[in-house]
């Protein structure tokens, strides 16, 4: 009983930190915002670091957690972006006020990619290792090519769908092309701001920490240490990895929205939507430390602030890029490193043991 409030007492002490950590960045921002100090390039930068940060977290639930490797987070994000972007730009004047609608769009998103991650989760997760990685890249693949082969019209008798051209469509005079193939959506309102980023960055961790630390996660974990041995003791695994994808897909989404309604113009490249962006995610939860919330976040701040503050420097720019990668990757397997970081974690629990037997003589008095 004794080890295990310890243990909930270290992890409770962990998760305060990540809570910290991201209570001083706010307060930072908004010193920074209120004084003015603030260049209009990391302004900017705000609402994608809150984005990335998102992605990081959700899909370190299933690299991170569950131990399978996914080459398509991105898709999901691609799903609840064009959903949500498709449902504002329809009803921008029908439904006010704009929080409403940008509530109802971000619900709509997260919801859609959750149910896409459920679907394809059921037939995927039977698979493992390198088959799961490819079988995950090629959904996100055709999940991107499936949006620009897309034409979307409305006019008085409904909605008119096609995948040829906007002249397939028959609109009527009157009619509104909304998703123009590989041209995307134009118009999206401009809902996200650092403030509502933010909430849904601590809304993220907190359902993934809670996650983590309920007897789901346990069950997760322990699939992910010996899947053989979970199941013998009478553990579903199908059940549990549903879960976990379903939760990750659905925080995608959600980070999607937030990308979305960003931009006055959406489009679906390789860059956004692709495997790029897939495997660039996948770098900043390999970076911050496979399996941590706080890790994940710190990575993707750093890997995508880097590359903007340092456009002024020119050829260099993603020379320092590359050698920072390095540094954190060396770092991050650094045997030293992780000795010390071992050895604060048995400090912890000595003091821990410490403070409960004084507890037990205070009381035994």
């Known amino acids: 009983m004794a080890s ?61 957690i569950l131990g399978d490797l996914s080459l398509g987070h991105a898709g ?16 921008e004047e029908t439904i006010q006020p704009d929080w409403l609608r940008f509530l109802i769009a971000l619900l709509l998103g997260g919801i859609c990619a959750g149910i896409c991650g459920l679907l394809i989760g059921i037939p995927v997760l039977r698979l493992k290792g390198d088959y799961l990685a490819i079988v995950t890249l090629a959904f996100g693949e055709i999940i991107k090519n499936i ?12 909605l008119h769908v096609s995948l040829e051209s906007t002249s397939a469509l028959g609109l009527s005079e009157n009619g509104e092309v909304l998703i123009k193939g590989a041209l995307g959506i134009t118009g999206t309102p401009r809902d996200s701001t650092f403030l509502i980023g933010f909430i849904l960055l601590l809304l993220t961790v907190f359902v993934s920490l809670n996650l983590i630390h309920s007897r789901t996660g346990r069950a997760v974990m ?47 490249t390789t860059k956004n939507f692709g495997y790029n962006m897939s495997i660039t995610i996948l770098v900043f939860v390999v970076l911050g430390g496979i399996g941590s919330t706080r890790g994940s976040i710190i990575a993707a701040i750093i890997l995508t602030a880097l590359p903007e503050l340092l456009r002024g420097m020119d050829s260099y720019r993603m020379l320092i890029y590359s050698i920072v990668l390095i540094l954190m990757m060396l770092a991050n397997n650094n045997e030293k490193i992780n000795l010390f970081k071992e050895k604060i974690s048995i400090m912890n629990l000595l003091q821990n043991k410490k403070r409960g037997n004084r507890l037990d003589k205070e009381g035994n008095s």
């Open 222 to 268: 322990s699939i992910r240490d010996n899947r053989i041995a979970a199941e013998s003791v009478g553990i579903n695994i199908t059940k549990y990895k549903l879960i976990v994808f379903t939760v990750s897909a659905f925080f995608a989404g959600i980070a999607g929205v937030l990308y979305a309604h960003n931009l006055s113009s959406l489009t679906a």
């Open 76 to 91: 999901f994000m691609c799903v609840g972006a064009y959903i949500s972007a498709f449902f504002s730009v329809t009803f």
């Open 147 to 158: 949006v620009n082969l897309l034409y979307v019209g409305i006019d008085e008798n409904g």
């Open 4 to 64: 295990k409030k310890r243990t909930l007492k270290a992890t409770t002490k962990n998760d305060l930190i990540t809570y910290a950590m991201l209570a001083v960045m706010f307060i930072v921002v908004q010193i920074l915002q209120a004084t003015g100090s603030m260049s209009s390039l990391f302004t900017g930068l705000l609402v994608p670091l809150c984005t990335y940060s998102i992605m990081a977290v959700s899909l370190n639930l299933v690299v991170g």
